[in-house]
């Protein structure tokens, strides 16, 4: 019974029906519903932390940044998969750049200044993180060569379909190799060694880890369609633009999971971890789920979608990459990184608050 009364976020499950409920019997109550959604998912992105955390016990911090990364972005990617359907080509790249700057930006500063204000001084592997770096330079200039050529191309703009679907397939290639290099060839070079100061507890078993993992990634999908589908209005209601609210908003909410157990393994001194979770999934994001999205819209699409991205988004995510290639290439963190990468974030966001509604060229 103390347990059970004990102050805990699973008392917040209770909002996941209680958010059902709004949403079928009282559609019309998108704040209320956007409320519910969201404490929902806070607890669900603890259940979800926990079990990243245990598999990375058994599989090492590599691979469990990158299962928390891929499991993280599910949500994300049901989401883009049916505004894709729909032929909303904006608000998919916009909460794209939204994700990309958002963990390397708000997930990765968070977790700098929750770990660094416990240890004064904490590091992590200086390689990793050099090459991870790199992957988003890559990214960046995915982003940039389509925009080039959209704005520079004149009439020639018809081939703009073709382009982004080849630079997709040279992402998705890229990434494939990079997980190979990562996790098979090299993966001495991105080894960490033990933490001595964590204190050790019981593992899950790999069943126990993998159920909760689905479970609660699940879980959040379905809570994260429930959410944005009362998102838009809610965030009008406040006086949000539909700019604002795709690249940050929607991305804040979409990559909850990130959030919480990027943050929990750096108060724990486990930065290699946290660094797979918060910068391994923008890269997951631009190499992985933006190309996928193109190559599955000339199949699911209305029309073929393209990676021309808006300046805005376009300088937003370069200026997101180049801090944090440059605070994360010495291998060593502390509390004011993070806060320097939280100051980046929100000057971008208020840039995006700002940004008026007709923002196409």
């Given at each position: 019974?103390?347990?059970?009364?004990?102050?805990?976020?699973?008392?917040?499950?209770?909002?996941?029906?209680?958010?059902?409920?709004?949403?079928h019997a009282n559609p019309e109550s998108h704040m209320a519903i956007f409320?519910?959604?969201?404490?929902?998912?806070?607890?669900?992105?603890?259940?979800?932390?926990?079990?990243?955390?245990?598999?990375?016990?058994?599989?090492?911090?590599?691979?469990?940044?990158?299962?928390?990364?891929?499991?993280?972005?599910?949500?994300?990617?049901?989401?883009?998969?049916?505004?894709?359907?729909?032929?909303?080509?904006?608000?998919?790249?916009?909460?794209?750049?939204?994700?990309?700057?958002?963990?390397?930006?708000?997930?990765?500063?968070?977790?700098?200044?929750?770990?660094?204000?416990?240890?004064?001084?904490?590091?992590?592997?200086?390689?990793?993180?050099?090459?991870?770096?790199?992957?988003?330079?890559?990214?960046?200039?995915?982003?940039?060569?389509?925009?080039?050529?959209?704005?520079?191309?004149?009439?020639?703009?018809?081939?703009?379909?073709?382009?982004?679907?080849?630079?997709?397939?040279?992402?998705?290639?890229?990434?494939?190799?990079?997980?190979?290099?990562?996790?098979?060839?090299?993966?001495?070079?991105?080894?960490?060694?033990?933490?001595?100061?964590?204190?050790?507890?019981?593992?899950?078993?790999?069943?126990?880890?993998?159920?909760?993992?689905?479970?609660?990634?699940?879980?959040?999908?379905?809570?994260?369609?429930?959410?944005?589908?009362?998102?838009?209005?809610?965030?009008?209601?406040?006086?949000?633009?539909?700019?604002?609210?795709?690249?940050?908003?929607?991305?804040?909410?979409?990559?909850?999971?990130?959030?919480?157990?990027?943050?929990?393994?750096?108060?724990?001194?486990?930065?290699?971890?946290?660094?797979?979770?918060?910068?391994?999934?923008?890269?997951?994001?631009?190499?992985?789920?933006?190309?996928?999205?193109?190559?599955?819209?000339?199949?699911?699409?209305?029309?073929?979608?393209?990676?021309?991205?808006?300046?805005?988004?376009?300088?937003?995510?370069?200026?997101?990459?180049?801090?944090?290639?440059?605070?994360?290439?010495?291998?060593?963190?502390?509390?004011?990184?993070?806060?320097?990468?939280?100051?980046?974030?929100?000057?971008?966001?208020?840039?995006?608050?700002?940004?008026?509604?007709?923002?196409?060229?």
């Amino acid at each position: 019974m103390r347990e059970i009364l004990k102050p805990s976020l699973n008392w917040l499950l209770v909002f996941i029906p209680a958010a059902v409920w709004l949403e079928h019997a009282n559609p019309e109550s998108h704040m209320a519903i956007f409320a519910c959604a969201c404490l929902s998912v806070l607890p669900l992105a603890g259940w979800l932390g926990r079990a990243t955390e245990h598999l990375a016990e058994r599989t090492g911090e590599g691979v469990g940044g990158l299962l928390n990364a891929t499991f993280g972005n599910a949500a994300e990617l049901i989401i883009a998969f049916m505004a894709l359907r729909r032929g909303l080509y904006d608000v998919v790249k916009a909460s794209l750049t939204g994700s990309i700057i958002g963990n390397i930006l708000l997930v990765l500063g968070a977790a700098y200044l929750a770990g660094g204000w416990k240890f004064k001084v904490q590091t992590f592997n200086a390689t990793s993180a050099r090459n991870q770096s790199t992957m988003l330079t890559l990214a960046v200039i995915g982003l940039v060569v389509p925009a080039a050529f959209h704005y520079l191309g004149g009439k020639e703009r018809i081939y703009e379909a073709d382009l982004s679907l080849e630079i997709s397939a040279v992402l998705l290639a890229t990434y494939a190799l990079s997980l190979f290099f990562s996790l098979h060839t090299h993966k001495k070079l991105f080894s960490t060694a033990p933490e001595s100061e964590e204190v050790k507890h019981p593992s899950w078993s790999l069943t126990r880890s993998l159920t909760v993992l689905f479970a609660a990634t699940a879980m959040i999908a379905w809570m994260s369609e429930i959410l944005v589908g009362s998102v838009e209005q809610a965030a009008h209601t406040l006086g949000m633009t539909s700019v604002f609210v795709g690249v940050i908003v929607v991305a804040i909410i979409g990559n909850a999971a990130e959030h919480s157990t990027a943050i929990m393994v750096a108060m724990k001194n486990r930065m290699d971890l946290s660094l797979g979770i918060a910068i391994g999934s923008s890269i997951q994001i631009a190499l992985f789920v933006a190309p996928l999205l193109v190559i599955a819209s000339h199949f699911m699409g209305p029309r073929p979608m393209d990676l021309v991205f808006t300046p805005a988004e376009v300088v937003a995510t370069g200026l997101a990459v180049a801090i944090t290639g440059q605070i994360s290439s010495d291998g060593e963190s502390n509390w004011f990184e993070g806060v320097q990468l939280l100051a980046v974030y929100v000057i971008l966001a208020l840039l995006f608050y700002f940004l008026p509604e007709g923002r196409q060229a």
